[in-house]
């Protein structure tokens, strides 16, 4: 009479195999999704920067976006620099609402680049940022990214430990 099915000793080969895999794959897999919670980061600061770039040129005035760093980060536009870790420290405008750590969890700007008390602040006439070009570098785990503004306002974004997707290496 001839058996279907596993032995008990197949089976048990085959749950060892399948856990050694499953424990390979997780570092890759939480790797891979702090990469895309890092960009979606990245993503909304630098359309933040662009928002606010377009916002100026279109109105006229000249209009910064403040931020303020560490585990409570925030960014905001604004007409005048101001600290948006305050409740009701700045007045949004253009309806455009604020970036910060309650949107993306996990995430820190860890750095920024711009002198103390100073902020991108874009032109009316230009859309340019002259004198205050900076960065702002976000960090999740082991990696980390910049949003960099040049003088002339262009905005883009870079990886500093290696490319991934549409980002280069800074």
């Not at 895309?36 to 770039?53: E, F, G, H, I, S």
């Not at 306002?153 to 800074?170: D, E, H, N, P, W």
Request: hydrophobic share 40%.
């Amino acid at each position: 009479m001839r058996q279907h099915g596993l032995t008990f000793t197949e089976l048990l080969v085959s749950l060892s195999i399948t856990a050694i895999l499953a424990t390979l794959a997780v570092p890759a897999f939480s790797e891979q999704l702090s990469l895309l919670k890092l960009t979606r980061v990245l993503d909304n600061a630098a359309l933040q920067l662009r928002r606010a770039q377009n916002l100026a040129i279109a109105s006229s005035t000249n209009v910064t976006v403040s931020h303020a760093g560490g585990n409570n980060w925030c960014m905001v536009i604004a007409l005048n620099a101001c600290d948006c870790k305050v409740a009701g420290g700045c007045k949004a405008v253009g309806g455009i609402p604020p970036v910060n750590i309650r949107t993306h969890a996990d995430v820190t700007l860890e750095k920024s680049t711009y002198k103390a008390a100073t902020h991108p602040t874009f032109s009316a006439s230009s859309g340019g940022v002259s004198g205050q070009a900076g960065s702002l570098t976000f960090s999740i785990n082991n990696l980390s990214g910049k949003v960099i503004v040049s003088n002339q306002g262009r905005i883009r974004v870079c990886l500093l430990q290696r490319r991934f997707g549409g980002y280069a290496k800074c």
